[in-house]
């Protein structure tokens, strides 16, 4: 455990050391960093995971937080993974991308230094066992986050996300300290472990609600979702992907940790999880399909793949609610692979978004177009991403889709009339989420990467970036891997999916992993059928001559940019059978001659919670405080009347308590 805490400091080190070097080396130092603190980190994790024992590590700090203990179980050592590769895959993805910012008047050492911060404090805060403790590495990361989003704090509308976002991450902290202030009262008691036998008590759906909404907020759960597509089209696009990728699984992270100290949780508690997982994930891809700005259409997928998880983690509670082992085994281990494969494919479509924008300078989809062209090697690697979201054979995202789909058939054969409404429902649901996506980046890749360019783009794009590259290549690979070899990946989730169903039998685990032995097996005959026809294609065509021409075009010889497609025309037909969940902004500069010289017109969508619950509440907020804005005079001589007014009654309190 040691050298997981000498990991955890070379990473802020290895960041303040970039103050002392050039522009050019920033990246390089840090990312150097980052790699030696991999040995440190991975170690003891893969460890942990491949079946040692729990390490745990005690230091004592000063009142109030007391004595910490750090523990690295399954769970954390699983987190520990994904946060410590997601950290260095940032920091050398951010060589290449931050190369923008060198001559800029933003400072890079600030960047990495945050970053830094950031990695670190998430793995302190999937290891620490102690509320107070926990909460200050939680701030630290919320802290820490809010500077990276504001990088850019030029820009108003980076400031105006960054402040949205610090905002929301507090609310969130408020209903955690609330929550964890419950725990420790009534458990008399800062550790976790003391925690379960309040969790046996009555009330332990509402604290457990405290907590769903504290983690939700951080993880993006609709409808604590909002500042999510802000922050991340603000955000450095190596920011981005580390905190849709990385940062929002620490909220899933603390519901999981909860379920671990509940143990078997209640039946309203697991259709709560169950039915908030379906909303955001059914939202969230609903309103990907409508937008324009890259970016924020990825951020809205995170939304949606969140509720995946959440669906994942809601099967496996009814699985524990219920008694039934193996609908909670599928459950979970549906969940916590997503979280890995979602960390994997969410991370390779922001770099390739952030590829396109440093070659482009621009994220909105309607002016792009043809890219394939120009990048190809970062069109090949975004396709590998898209498919693996879609959910589609062969890429990763369908292994742990299928093992939540397996999980929600099991619900079927329960004679438990809830469970068979909860599982249909919810199988209808990812069904859907996974149809919306296919639909999403099927606009996403077509309208970027084919057809022609709709704007002029700056000389001599190309795929140059090898720091930018790399990162998604080691990506693409592992996608590929977890997709084609399920037999061989499932059972390394064994010790970590243990965790939650600890009265499963062996025969149990040996059956699901048969199923997915079965699965590799069928999938790797389809890719040998695939390489087949491909060869006995080339074998017929061998020394004959083959014509190519373009695809029909319907006689249209013109080839005119703004004739294509554009996104909002694809999605169109979709979205305007749903116009009452995804509203629309339009504009209309119509035409007023009868040989007009221009006629305009934009369309964007709104979000329906932003737009009926949030915006309101904001609005209300503001006018209450509007009502002391005469406390704000400007007289330096009132401050100082409110100061003595403040101490007088201060002491007049003091005394009358003695």
Not at 20 to 40: C, D, R, W
Not at 403 to 422: D, K, P
Not at 448 to 462: D, S
Not at 650 to 658: A, E, F, S, V
């Given at each position: ?14 960041a ?25 980190l ?86 620490a ?64 472990v ?29 409808p ?35 379920l ?68 909670a085994?599928?459950?979970?281990l ?12 969410k ?50 995202g ?32 990812l069904?859907?989420?996974?149809i ?11 309208i ?15 795929d ?32 970590i999916?243990?965790q ?20 590799s097996?069928?999938?790797a005959i ?25 695809t029909?075009d ?22 305007g ?34 737009l ?5 509440m ?27 007014v403040?101490?007088?009654v ?9």
């Open positions: 455990m040691k050298l997981f805490l000498i990991g955890i400091v070379l990473l802020p080190i290895g303040f050391l970039t103050i002392f070097t050039s522009p050019k080396s920033k990246g390089y130092v840090f990312s150097i960093a980052a790699l030696i603190a991999q040995f440190f991975l170690t003891p994790a893969i460890l942990v995971l491949a079946g040692g024992e729990s390490l745990s590590l005690l230091f004592q700090l000063s009142d109030p937080i007391g004595t910490v203990r750090l523990v690295l179980d399954p769970l954390a050592a699983f987190f520990v993974l994904i946060i410590s590769c997601g950290g260095l895959l940032a920091a050398i993805y951010s060589i290449g991308y931050m190369k923008i910012y060198e001559n800029s008047r933003y400072t890079l050492s600030a960047y990495y230094i945050f970053m830094g911060l950031l990695i670190s404090a998430m793995l302190l805060v999937v290891t066992q102690n509320a107070l403790f926990f909460l200050v590495m939680w701030e630290m990361m919320s802290i820490a986050s809010f500077f990276l989003v504001s990088f850019e704090n030029g820009k108003e509308e980076v400031r105006k996300a960054g402040l949205y976002y610090l905002i929301a991450m507090q609310i969130g902290a408020a209903f955690l300290i609330a929550a964890f202030a419950w725990m420790v009262t009534r458990s008399g008691s800062m550790d976790f003391t925690f379960r036998q309040v969790f046996q008590t009555s009330g332990s759906y509402w604290i457990f609600l405290l907590f769903l909404i504290g983690f939700g907020t951080k993880a993006g759960l609709v604590m979702h909002s500042w999510l597509p802000r922050a991340h089209p603000a955000a450095p696009t190596g920011v981005s992907a580390l905190m849709s990728g990385v940062m929002i699984k620490t909220g899933i992270y603390g519901i999981l940790r909860l671990l100290l509940w143990g078997t949780p209640d039946v309203a508690a697991s259709y709560t999880v169950l039915g908030i997982a379906l909303v955001s994930g059914i939202f969230g891809v609903m309103n990907a399909i409508a937008q324009h700005d890259l970016k924020k259409l990825l951020a809205y997928h995170s939304i949606e793949n969140i509720g995946i998880i959440g669906i994942g983690i809601g099967i496996g509670m009814l699985g524990l609610a219920y008694h039934q082992n193996t609908i085994l599928l459950g979970f549906g969940g916590l692979l997503h979280v890995f494969n979602h960390f994997t494919f991370s390779l479509l922001f770099y390739g978004a952030g590829i396109i924008y440093s070659k482009t300078h621009t994220r909105q989809i309607e002016k792009m177009g043809g890219l394939m062209h120009y990048l190809p090697v970062t069109a090949v690697l975004f396709l590998v991403g898209s498919l693996a979201i879609s959910g589609l054979p062969l890429f990763s369908f292994i742990s889709e299928f093992a939540i789909y397996l999980g929600m058939i099991r619900g079927f054969g329960v004679t438990n009339l809830s469970l068979n409404v909860a599982s249909l429902v919810s199988l209808a649901g069904a859907f989420i996974g919306m996506a296919v639909l999403c980046f099927t606009k996403v890749f077509g970027c990467f084919l057809g022609t360019p709709r704007t002029a783009y700056p000389e001599n794009i190309r140059d970036q090898p720091a930018m590259l790399f990162p998604m290549i080691l990506l693409a690979g592992v996608i590929l891997i977890i997709g084609l070899a399920a037999g061989l990946v499932v059972p390394l989730m064994s010790r999916v243990s939650f169903v600890p009265g499963h039998t062996v025969a149990e685990w040996t059956e699901i992993r048969l199923v997915f032995s079965q699965i097996g069928v999938l389809f890719v040998v059928l695939i390489f087949g026809f491909l060869a006995l294609r080339r074998i017929l065509l061998r020394n004959k001559p083959v014509a190519v021409f373009k029909w319907c006689g249209y010889q013109a080839e005119i940019p703004r004739a294509q497609y554009t996104g909002s025309s694809f999605a169109s037909p979709f979205t059978l749903v116009s009452g969940i995804i509203p629309k902004h339009e504009e209309l500069d119509s035409p007023k001659t009868l040989f007009p010289l221009k006629a305009r017109f934009t369309s964007h969508s709104e979000d329906l919670i932003d009926y619950l949030i915006t309101p904001i609005r209300f907020v503001l006018g209450f405080l509007k009502l002391f804005n005469w406390i704000q005079s400007g007289r330096t001589q009132q401050y100082i009347l409110y100061g003595l403040f101490l007088v201060l002491l007049i309190w003091i005394i009358g308590m003695r």
